[in-house]
């Protein structure tokens, strides 16, 4: 079975720092890697997505990510954060048959101005 | 926004009844998911289609069913409704086929068992 790990539950951070959260994941065949965020009381969007090709990744909002294989990671990172990027961030995973996205346990993000 | 519909948005029900969660989706999507969101856990899958009539159980099945006799709709039902199923209940969809395959979330069901 698939897992995912967010070592980090909660940062902070002020404005203009720079962010990179952690996940990991265990699965021994080909992954499809999302990150979503969601931001207070909404529903989950997709910042960015990883399926085949360049490992580096970016998304929306300045977001970018790094699939490093032989670390089984996908880390996401922003170089300078703004207080609009407050929000839970959950890393996931799903096979290649695309059946079951599996999360990690989310990281909280708050930005302060 | 995908066309995602849950209803209803919240819900307070009684230890022991029966409740329903609706999911409703206007893409014709083959996949639907209904996953449940607690601190400090993420998401984790309950249920989930690949098509009418055909379902499978996610990592936190137990006190769950659902049903889907339509490709549009998915529905989650408890049974007996726990205090542990307080939760925010969320339907997603996908269309697993090649590069785009993405999940889209819908809006969440807050529910409360007291």
């Known amino acids: 079975a698939q897992s995912v790990s967010q070592h980090n539950h909660h940062v902070i951070l002020s404005e203009a720092a720079s962010l990179e959260l952690g996940c990991n994941y265990s699965?021994?065949?080909?992954?499809?890697l999302f990150w979503y965020v969601q931001y207070p009381g909404q529903h989950l969007q997709l910042l960015l997505k990883?399926?085949?090709?360049?490992?580096l990744v970016k998304g929306i909002k300045g977001f970018e990510a790094e699939f490093i294989k032989s670390k089984f990671s996908f880390n996401l990172r922003k170089p300078s954060v703004q207080w609009s990027d407050t929000a839970e961030y959950f890393c996931?995973?799903?096979?290649?048959?695309?059946?079951?996205?599996?999360f990690g346990g989310g990281t909280r993000l708050m930005v302060k101005p | 926004d995908a066309g995602i519909t849950q209803s209803p948005r919240h819900k307070v029900t009684e230890t022991g009844t029966p409740v329903t969660l609706r999911c409703h989706q206007t893409?014709?999507?083959?996949?639907m998911y209904w996953y449940r969101q607690d601190p400090g856990h993420g998401l984790r899958l309950i249920h989930y289609?690949?098509?009418?009539?055909?379902?499978d159980k996610g990592e936190v099945s137990d006190g769950y069913s659902v049903s889907r006799s339509k490709t549009e709709d998915f529905l989650l039902t408890l049974e007996s409704a726990t205090s542990s199923q307080t939760s925010v209940y969320f339907c997603?969809?996908?269309?697993?086929?090649?590069?785009?395959?993405?999940?889209?979330f819908g809006q969440g069901t807050r529910l409360t068992v007291v």
């Open positions: 990883y399926f085949s090709g360049d490992p």
């Open positions: 893409e014709n999507h083959r996949y």
């Open positions: 699965y021994g065949g080909t992954v499809n």
């Open positions: 997603a969809i996908s269309e697993p086929t090649g590069p785009n395959t993405e999940a889209f």
């Open positions: 996931a995973v799903n096979n290649n048959a695309g059946n079951m996205l599996t």
């Open positions: 289609s690949y098509g009418v009539k055909d379902t």
